[in-house]
Structures are given as C-alpha cells and as structure tokens.
C-alpha cells in the first residue's frame, strides 16, 4: 500500500528572509547578461556568489546589432566580466580561463582561436589575452584600443574614456608586436607622438588621443 502523501501547511516551510532578494538579483543580472545557456550561466553564477567571487554578470544590457543575431561571441560586455574575475592575477591558468570562459556561454572554438594566436602556454599573462580579446571586438589595432579604454575605463559612463598611459603602452605594444608588420621604430615613433597630450591630461590617455594616426 503506497504510503499517504504528505501535506504541509505554510507554518511547516521555512523559507530563508535572504532568498527573494537572492533571486531578484539573479532575474536582474540573467535580464542584463542575457546568457545563451541560462543552466550553465546560473551554476556559474551561484558558484562565484558562493565563492565571494566576482559575478558573470554585465554592468547592463548590450543591444545585440544585426549580425549578433545568432553570434554568441565575445561582446565588450563579457570581456568586461571576464576582466573583472580574471584581471585581479597576473598570470591565469588555462583551466581558470575555460572556466570563466564557458561559465559566460562563449564559444570553447573562439577561445582555442585566441590562444593560438597569443601562443600561450599553460600559463597566460591576463593583459595580453585580453589585448587579444579586444582585437576580436575590433578588425584594427586602433579599434582594438578603443575598446580596451571603453573596458578598462574608471571614469564615469559618458565621461571621456580614459587608462592610464602606462596600460596603453602595454597593450599596444603586444598587438603591434604581435602583428608582425610594424617595425619597432614605428611602435616608438607612434608611442611618442601621444606623450605631449597625454602629459596634459595627467598620464591618461583617451581614444581622441590617438585615433587617425596613421601609423598605427
């Protein structure tokens, strides 16, 4: 005989007063990442909650253009959250990266593209990988840039998109070098055209600063 079912009333359930909060901050971030799996997302996104690690969530909501209807690749935004869980190491493993990586629903074949073209071994420098990432956004060193400053920007939304020129210098350097037609005396040529007006603007440099230059 099949045992009774078993009735509860609402005294019996205790629900935890953090949980609706919990998940009103999960349905927020789910509705700004916009993830392609939501399954895989939310286990990712419970684990880093669990860990007190950084979440794999967008600041906000990026309007998909014409060709992101069936893309699922990397978009500004997502590099964004993977600097953010990524960028407080130097150095990052490639299982850390596959991690992150497929914990935001991006493309495994689109990550193995990366890492050949950076060349890197078991363990990869952050900044330039995500210099990589940033030429992935962008057909050109120059829109590779302007995506990094727009990324790596502390200035407040609407505000000039400005790093520090220390952290261009790195970037730009890696992706010139690793482009492979730039002679090094055009990398110093095009670095020194910027440091007048960078040293106006306190050591910072902004898209304005260096678009248009031809020898970049």
Known sequence: MPPPETMYCSQQINIPPELPDILKQFTKAAIRTQPHDVLQWAAAYFLALSKGEP????DRLEM????????????????????KQLSPKETVTKEELLKKWKGLCLP???LDTLLVLGNFDAQIN?????????????GTIISALK?????????????????????F????????QLDGDIPQDQIDSFLFSL?????????????????GLSSA
Request: net charge negative; aromatic share 8%.
């Open 64 to 83: 998909p253009v014409a060709t992101q209807k069936t893309d699922t690749g990397l978009t500004p935004g997502l590099l964004k959250v993977l600097h």
């Open 55 to 58: 979440l794999p969530v967008k």
């Open 126 to 138: 952050w900044m330039q990988f995500f210099a990589l990432g940033c030429s992935a956004l962008g």
């Open 169 to 176: 210098v790195t970037l730009y350097t890696y992706l010139a």
């Open 195 to 211: 440091q007048e007006s960078v040293e106006r603007q306190g050591g910072m440099v902004q898209p304005a600063n260096f678009i």
């Open 147 to 167: 995506h990094a400053c727009e990324i790596l920007t502390e200035e407040p939304e609407g505000a000039a998109a400005r790093i520090p020129f220390d952290t």
């Open 108 to 110: 495994v074949e689109q």
